[in-house]
């Protein structure tokens, strides 16, 4: 049996003290910061920077993309991974190879991907090779709005792998027996994985959402490898606008920008969490 000491508070004092010191004052900081002028005085304006952060058409133009784009990554991952676990679930033992094999992208370097990506996807690389070899004329895939599909691509070869990972383990921790009785009784494998496989992994199925999702806000690495700090229209994201606001040190809008993009990520996995919540208690209902 465990039991409760008051001595684990001092084993969690100084990682409390760091969270509390580089995250929770900076992140609270940052609000009054946002509700400044940025003079010298640091004059209240109240919301004026965020009604004005609003109209900024880059600002609506990287929110837009970030969002199209992260609604685009993070289920395409979700399903995929959860497809690829549930081929290797029943590979097992024969599929370790697979299983050690689908990290490795995951623990690549991003230059060393960002290196393959760019001559893959050059006019005359191989995609346009094997794209001509389909009767196709070749695509210039590193500009306009073509340049979305190597930076989906990238980022979910690259984040695939954990997401397997996740749901593998989840897969396997269900009883098989379950299995076992709803193939006596004539179910087959579309009935077993929305019957059985399904509501048995809904918490992990929530968390590779999540966890997925936040990766593909931060999809301004690969967008910034490829297309540079100012790309192309189609793929400029909210960490783009952000980041060349830092450059030519206008702190409010980017505290601003960050705050108002804050908001709808809270609200968003409110609104998960919630639906999360009440499949949950309709399947134990």
Not at 159 to 188: H, M, R, S, T
């Amino acid at each position: 049996m465990f039991t409760r000491k008051k001595s684990v508070w001092l084993f969690l004092l100084p990682g409390g003290l760091g969270l509390m010191l580089f995250y929770i004052v900076p992140f609270l900081g940052g609000i009054w910061y946002s509700l400044t002028d940025g003079s010298y005085r640091n004059a209240f304006v109240g919301l004026a920077n965020y009604v004005a952060i609003w109209k900024n058409p880059m600002f609506l133009l990287g929110l837009k993309n970030t969002m199209q784009l992260s609604l685009v990554c993070a289920p395409l991952v979700w399903v995929l991974s959860f497809a690829i676990a549930s081929l290797l679930n029943r590979l097992r033992p024969r599929g370790a190879f697979f299983r050690n094999s689908v990290l490795l992208p995951y623990l690549m370097p991003s230059s060393a991907m960002l290196l393959i990506w760019l001559v893959a996807f050059d006019y005359g690389g191989v995609v346009n090779r094997l794209w001509t070899a389909l009767g196709l004329q070749r695509v210039i895939w590193l500009q306009g709005v073509q340049l979305r599909f190597p930076i989906i691509l990238m980022f979910v070869w690259k984040n695939l792998g954990f997401a397997v990972i996740i749901f593998l383990a989840a897969l396997q921790a269900i009883p098989e027996p379950l299995y076992d009785y709803a193939k006596l009784e004539g179910a087959g494998f579309w009935r077993q994985t929305f019957g059985i496989t399904l509501p048995m992994i809904v918490p992990t199925a929530f968390l590779v959402i999540i966890l997925e999702w936040i990766n593909a806000f931060k999809i301004f690495k690969e967008v910034y490898f490829i297309g540079g700090a100012y790309p192309d229209e189609a793929v400029y994201t909210l960490q783009n606008y952000m980041n060349n606001m830092y450059g030519k040190l206008n702190y409010q809008n980017v505290t601003t920008a960050a705050y108002s993009f804050a908001l709808i990520v809270f609200a968003l996995f409110g609104a998960l969490f919630l639906t999360q919540r009440r499949l949950l208690k309709r399947l134990s209902g």
